[in-house]
């Protein structure tokens, strides 16, 4: 397991650089997920093994290998953006292409406002027009305290929103230190902040499963940023939409420069 220090904690990453390869690639996974959870068995690796990318995904704070403070103050948006930064040095990488996934959209959108000459192009996934909603409207996340009662409660059983059950039930299976989750809830952090969004230059790629009705229409996003393109993922859902095919030809054309009619808006 290799590691960085990020604001004192210890991190996790994985640094996977097959011979040739030709571009890189730093993957931010989802709430209650993992590098090995949301990019590894998902298939990420592999893929982007085969084509020639360097695929580097850390554990964010609080999650998998990584440190787990309990205070909520740890867990600002842009404390996780710095963390990103941190491996950027750490490495010594210059640019880079960066995937977000669900709340690693967050992070990634962040790292963008904070340093967008770092970015050479942008992926945002399970994620849609519902981002600029109050959170308490967004059935993917329901409200902070919601979801920090969800990861606290004695029994999952009695957790009544399905959403929330879904990612206490996550949680569990991988393991993941819940008192942590429950802070990373409860961070205060202000809305992002649009006008920085709407003047990134580099490219944009949105896309969601047709069923993520936490993300909404990936286009609405999509219509935020200068170069933004966003895909339909068609019978998904956030969970499904991830592993999936159609999205991995969508990330991959995007990347290529491929993406238009019928994909792109």
Known sequence: MATFTSDGLTLAYDDIEPPGAERTIVLVHGF??????????????????????????LDQRGHGESAKPHEPEAFTREKLAGDLIALFDHLGLQRADVF???MGTRTAMQMAIDAPERISNLILGGIGERLFQPRGEVPAEGSATSMAQAML????????Q??????????????EDRRALAAFT????PPLDREALERLPMPVLVVAGQRDQGAGDPEGLARVFPDGKGVMIPGCDHFSAIPHALTKAAVFDFLDGLLDDPWAR
Do not use: H
């Open 32 to 57: 209650a997920s993992n590098r090995n959870e949301g990019w590894r068995r998902t298939g990420w690796y592999g893929a982007f093994e085969r084509r020639r990318v360097r695929c580097i995904a």
């Open 100 to 102: 977000g996934y669900s």
């Open 153 to 160: 409660a004695d029994d999952p059983e009695t957790i009544a």
């Open 162 to 175: 399905p959403m929330l059950r879904s990612f206490r039930q996550f949680a569990d299976e991988q393991g």
């Open 186 to 189: 409860e961070a205060k952090n």
